[in-house]
């Protein structure tokens, strides 16, 4: 099995295989062009997302934007991510339909040990992110690996989501905690 497919499925890899090196610089690029391009509606659809993206239909993306591959990035039809947020996609990270993500938003997928002689020796694994759809994620939240969030579900700013949300309700704080069902 190939480290990329060893990190892809959650299994502890190496990150500084040359493939995967390469395909950070190749997703770096695509990122640093699309963040440096004067904005307007027609950019945050850029050609260039749709080929470093996995995407089902329309999209927006306010600049700036960063993920570590793009590749593991799963956007559903008409979804947006406000200014500034960044995916760290190791492992899959599938956003449902009709989503808004607000700025600043971080959803991580990487995992480091706790055990420092791992860290020494570039060992790492990741955790899928699952958003449902008709989410809202306020701004300036953190998603950490492995969390799902239910459809419907709307994620206060500022909250730190560190367990699965349900579906159909509102969730804030850090540990982002359900406070209410959604009232829709």
Known sequence: ????????????????????????????????????????????????????????????????????????????KNVMLNYGCVILDVCPVRIGDHTLIGPGTHIYTACHSLNAMERKADIEWGKPVIIGKNVWIGGNCCILPGITIGDNTIIGAGSVVTKDIPENVVAVGNPCKVIRKNSD
């Open 1 to 76: 099995m190939t480290e990329k497919e060893k990190m892809i499925n959650g299994l502890k890899y190496n990150p500084a295989n040359w493939k995967l090196v390469l395909d950070r610089a190749k997703a770096n690029r695509i990122c640093t062009k699309y963040n440096r391009r004067a904005f307007n509606e027609i950019n945050m659809r850029s050609r260039k997302m749709k080929k470093l993206l996995n995407t089902t239909g329309n999209f927006w993306i306010k600049p700036p934007f960063y993920v570590d591959y793009g590749y593991n990035v799963f956007l559903g």
